[in-house]
DNA sequence: AGTGTGACACTGG
DNA sequence: TCCAGTGCCACAC
């Protein structure tokens, strides 16, 4: 077990903490995390996530809101299915009302 | 130990 | 508002 995952791990956690219909930010995460100049690794750390089934990282998306890593998900439009699901509008995999279900894991959490 | 890479963020034009 | 360039950090090879 690496002690060094605790980075990685931060992230997983803060993003199963996200509350349903509510999407964050990579850099909002990093921040977070105390590395908010390494929200690039935020993302990383989703792709290694993907090995994990308890990381909604569908509610992770950059601060434009734009589902940058849906083509990284099903490869399919998956990923805004299920924010749809959730009551979010997304449309052309830019999330609408962005500041509405914006969650910020600084201020919630 | 060094190089390359990335699901970003910020600034300037 | 959008496009392009730059910086930044941590991981993988």
Excluded: C
Excluded at 6 to 13: C, E, I, L
Excluded at 45 to 55: F, G, P, R, T, Y
Excluded at 86 to 100: A, F, M, P, R, T
């Amino acid at each position: 077990m690496k002690e060094t995952d605790n980075f990685f791990d931060k992230v997983y956690q803060v993003t199963r903490l996200i509350p349903f219909g509510r999407v964050t930010s990579y850099g909002a995460i990093g921040i977070y995390l105390g590395a908010a100049k390494s929200a690039r690794m935020v993302g990383w750390a989703m792709n290694k996530s993907h090995n994990l089934d308890d990381v909604p990282a569908h509610r992770v998306v950059n601060r434009k809101g734009l589902l940058t890593g849906k083509h990284h998900f099903d490869g399919t439009n998956l990923m805004q299915q299920l924010l749809e699901n959730e009551g979010i509008v997304v449309i052309d995999n830019q999330i609408q009302d962005l500041e509405k279900v914006f969650w910020s894991p600084t201020e919630e959490l």
